[in-house]
């Protein structure tokens, strides 16, 4: 039996605890993370894959409702809150199912085992559950940062540094760096489609910025960024440089 890979979120520990004891009766269910808010989810959408959510609504900083329209790239919602004035938004956001709490097993399954349906037919699921080959591809991404959700558009971003747990995002223009908590590998993913290169372990730069490279150095601006050795010679292919013979 495939297994579906869930994050439970809600800022209540209580609820938090139920969720994931509810999730562990469910055999095809596989609990991943469990979150106390939006952007602890966020962070984890961003690192692994993700086939359903339960979700709260009503939590400090952001409202469920207002998380799962900031993604791109929607897995099923399950959505478990106290309020029952979220419905009808919940059904216009393409939710599987609105469980009011506190939630049995019985409900808990019931719900659980549509969502089961809707991950093993996904044709017949909602359109938002994975992005359709034609998809237009998004120019932006939304990044944590100071708990709140804010919009990088990604044909500005100049280059980006890594910093074990976090990365710096340069902005043309901007006198400083964004500061946000994801993996090099995670954004690495998320910008080099749109003409972006890995050229040193802590270094990613926008290829149409580079402004002169010289003795392994790239310049973009008053920035001076390392390149290795190992990625030299793509970054120069990249750049459709021959070397004279």
């Given at each position: 039996m495939e297994k579906m890979k869930c994050v439970v979120v809600d800022d209540e520990n209580m609820g938090r605890k139920l969720l994931e004891e509810n999730v562990r009766q469910i055999p095809f269910l596989e609990l991943v993370a469990s979150c106390k808010n939006a952007f602890e989810a966020m962070e984890v959408l961003q690192t692994q894959?993700?086939?359903?959510?339960?979700l709260d609504i009503?939590?400090?900083?952001?409202?469920?409702?207002?998380?799962?329209?900031?993604?791109?790239?929607?897995?099923?919602?399950?959505f478990v809150t106290a309020?029952?004035?979220?419905?009808?938004e919940s059904y216009q956001?393409?939710?599987v199912d609105y469980l009011m709490k506190p939630?049995?097993?019985?409900?808990?399954?019931?719900?659980?085992?549509?969502?089961?349906?809707?991950?093993?037919?996904?044709?017949?699921?909602?359109?938002s559950v994975t992005a359709t080959p034609t998809e237009p591809l998004e120019d932006y991404f939304f990044a944590n940062v100071e708990y709140a959700l804010v919009r990088i558009t990604?044909?500005?971003?100049?280059?980006?540094?890594?910093?074990?747990?976090?990365v710096k995002i340069f902005i043309e223009g901007e006198k400083r760096p964004i500061l946000t908590k994801m993996t090099m590998k995670a954004l690495e993913a998320k910008v080099v489609p749109h003409g972006f290169m890995r050229v040193h372990k802590s270094f990613i730069v926008n290829l149409r910025k580079i402004e002169s490279i010289?003795?392994?150095?790239?310049?973009?601006?008053?920035?001076?960024?390392?390149?290795s050795d190992t990625h030299a010679a793509e970054l120069?292919?990249?750049?459709?440089?021959?070397?004279?013979?």
């Amino acid at each position: 039996m495939e297994k579906m890979k869930c994050v439970v979120v809600d800022d209540e520990n209580m609820g938090r605890k139920l969720l994931e004891e509810n999730v562990r009766q469910i055999p095809f269910l596989e609990l991943v993370a469990s979150c106390k808010n939006a952007f602890e989810a966020m962070e984890v959408l961003q690192t692994q894959q993700v086939d359903l959510i339960f979700l709260d609504i009503q939590m400090p900083g952001m409202l469920g409702t207002q998380f799962l329209q900031t993604l791109k790239k929607r897995p099923l919602v399950i959505f478990v809150t106290a309020y029952d004035n979220y419905a009808v938004e919940s059904y216009q956001l393409d939710a599987v199912d609105y469980l009011m709490k506190p939630t049995s097993l019985e409900r808990f399954s019931l719900a659980a085992n549509k969502a089961y349906h809707l991950f093993q037919q996904p044709q017949s699921g909602t359109p938002s559950v994975t992005a359709t080959p034609t998809e237009p591809l998004e120019d932006y991404f939304f990044a944590n940062v100071e708990y709140a959700l804010v919009r990088i558009t990604i044909p500005q971003v100049t280059h980006i540094e890594g910093l074990k747990d976090y990365v710096k995002i340069f902005i043309e223009g901007e006198k400083r760096p964004i500061l946000t908590k994801m993996t090099m590998k995670a954004l690495e993913a998320k910008v080099v489609p749109h003409g972006f290169m890995r050229v040193h372990k802590s270094f990613i730069v926008n290829l149409r910025k580079i402004e002169s490279i010289k003795q392994l150095r790239i310049k973009i601006g008053t920035y001076d960024i390392p390149v290795s050795d190992t990625h030299a010679a793509e970054l120069l292919e990249k750049l459709n440089y021959s070397r004279p013979s």
